[in-house]
């Protein structure tokens, strides 16, 4: 574990390290509630420095950690579970404590003084907001919604191109079950795309409608790039689009929008060919955003939310409403589970096809997450970092660096430290300011600032009356 964190260079999402030199730190409270929170739980480790590359440090007391720990544990709603044990690191005494994750039934996990609740996300901790909060009650129940009529909406919604392809598709690879049915309203029927009255589904407009957004503007993909360094300071961002439209079109949408905004590289082959290749595998974001759409929340407490896919200089990062359903990260890939939050429309999308190329949009056989895995190693690109908070799942794709790093004595940026390093490129930015480009909390932003400052590579600014601002060195 010692040696993940070493060479990742920062906390996980599924550990926390903290010096604890002088004490239970305050921030000990938002990770053990984000722990609680998160599926499978997570681990603290009491005695470590990261940002000397998690190198012990002395503990004057570890008895009196671990007392402080489980008192702490007993100011939450419902109370934290802890299981808390001695370990040593490079011979040095640490306290580790496994949080366990929240019974479904009473998510989520509150700091009762308070009733703040909080989230584990791949860059940090941060606040539980109303609708994430809807999101935890809602999973109390299993997802039915997208079986659901749509009010007002008729068979003439339905986008007739795509209707057509499903039903040919249907009866030329399922003859004798679902094909078998000569009478079309009959088969969209029993499919689930349509009710007795032809008054379609939830499932059956995602997927074949003419315009799903009529009746959920928020189900749409919102795609961004990062400015460029040699972008003006105004600009806020590269290639913003809304890809809007059912289920085939939006992907077919996305991929467009993935080639002209993907750098490419120059690659000959050893057949002497040349080609561009673009710096992410195309076929492991169609997989990705594939899977966002299909697997997205439903329910009326995610609405609101669209599916965000947004490339930063170092990373791809695509993210959904709703969190991992009859499955765990630690199994992603690894088992053939085809277990489906939205199973109605994961039953009609496996014989739906693209109007441009005729491809299936899914397989529905568990193949998705490896063909990821296949064609980021195809790419030397390190494996996909998936994070689950329960109600919302993000994938995270990273770049290697393009030459390798000079040498130094410090380890490298953890990967708060280095979204909020680059937040600061062009102007001083307060606390409050990186807290909501970010949406990160701000004990999390300012123990990234101070480990920036103690390398030297940001300056703080104003004091004695005035606004404290950060900015990078010689910016």
């Known amino acids: 574990m010692i040696a993940l964190l070493r060479a990742a260079g920062g906390d996980t999402t599924e550990v926390e390290v903290k010096s604890a030199a002088g004490g239970l730190p305050v921030s000990l409270t ?62 040095a005494a640490v306290v580790v404590a496994q949080v366990h994750e929240c019974d479904r039934s009473t998510k989520p996990c509150r700091v009762t003084a308070t009733g703040r609740a909080y989230l584990r996300g791949y860059d940090g901790d941060y606040a539980l907001s109303d609708v994430e909060e809807q999101g935890f009650l809602a999973a109390r129940q299993p997802p039915l919604f ?8 008729t068979v003439d919604d339905l986008d007739t191109e795509l209707v057509d392809a499903f039903l040919l598709a249907v009866r030329e690879r399922d003859p004798a079950g679902l094909g078998r049915f000569p009478d079309d ?7 689930g795309v349509m009710m007795d009255g032809g008054q379609p589904t939830v499932a059956g407009l995602l997927a074949l409608g003419v315009h799903p957004q009529q009746w959920f503007p928020r189900y749409v993909i919102q795609a961004a790039a990062q400015p460029l360094p040699t ?71 995610s609405a609101g939310l669209a599916v965000e896919v947004r490339l930063l200089r170092d990373r791809l990062v695509v993210a959904n409403p709703g969190g991992l359903y009859g499955i765990t990260v630690d199994r992603l890939g690894r088992d053939a589970v085809t277990s489906a939050r939205n199973a109605r429309l ?19 056989l568990a193949s998705g997450i490896p063909t990821v895995t296949e064609a980021l190693a ?41 979204r909020v390093y680059q937040a600061l490129t062009r102007q001083g930015r307060t606390v409050s ?3 909501e480009e970010l949406g990160l909390s701000a004990p999390n932003i300012r123990k990234a600032l101070r480990n920036l400052r103690g390398r030297g590579l940001i300056l703080q600014l104003g004091g004695r009356g005035k606004a404290t601002t950060y900015q990078q060195t010689g910016s």
């Open 30 to 91: 938002s990770t053990l509630s984000a722990l609680a929170n998160q599926p499978g739980g997570g681990t603290i480790i009491l005695g470590l420095d990261e940002r000397a590359g998690f190198r012990p440090v002395e503990l004057s007391d570890p008895q009196v950690l671990k007392q402080g720990l489980a008192a702490r544990a007993r100011a939450f709603t419902p109370p934290v579970r802890l299981t808390i044990e001695d370990a040593e690191v490079d011979g």
């Open 146 to 153: 997208d079986r659901s009529p749509v009010e007002d909406a």
């Open 185 to 191: 309203t009959e088969l969209l029927r029993r499919a």
């Open 231 to 301: 972008d003006s300071a105004a600009t806020r961002a590269r290639n913003q689009v809304t890809i809007s439209g059912p289920v085939p079109r939006m992907l077919d949408a996305a991929l467009l929008w993935a080639r002209r905004t993907f750098d490419t590289a120059i690659v000959a082959e050893m057949d002497g060919s040349v080609h561009d290749r673009p710096i992410y595998p195309l076929i492991a974001f169609r997989e990705l955003v594939a899977n966002a759409l299909i697997h997205r929340d439903l329910d009326h407490w």
């Open 346 to 364: 994961v039953s009609i999308c496996q014989h739906v096809r693209s109007p441009q190329t005729g491809a299936r949009v899914i397989e529905a």
């Open 378 to 418: 195809d790419h030397d690109l390190p494996p996909a970092h998936y994070v689950d908070s329960g109600i919302r799942f993000t994938v995270v794709l990273h770049q290697f660096a393009t030459a390798p790093p000079a040498a130094t004595a410090e380890p490298p940026l953890g990967a708060t430290e280095r």
């Open 433 to 435: 300011d990186l807290a």
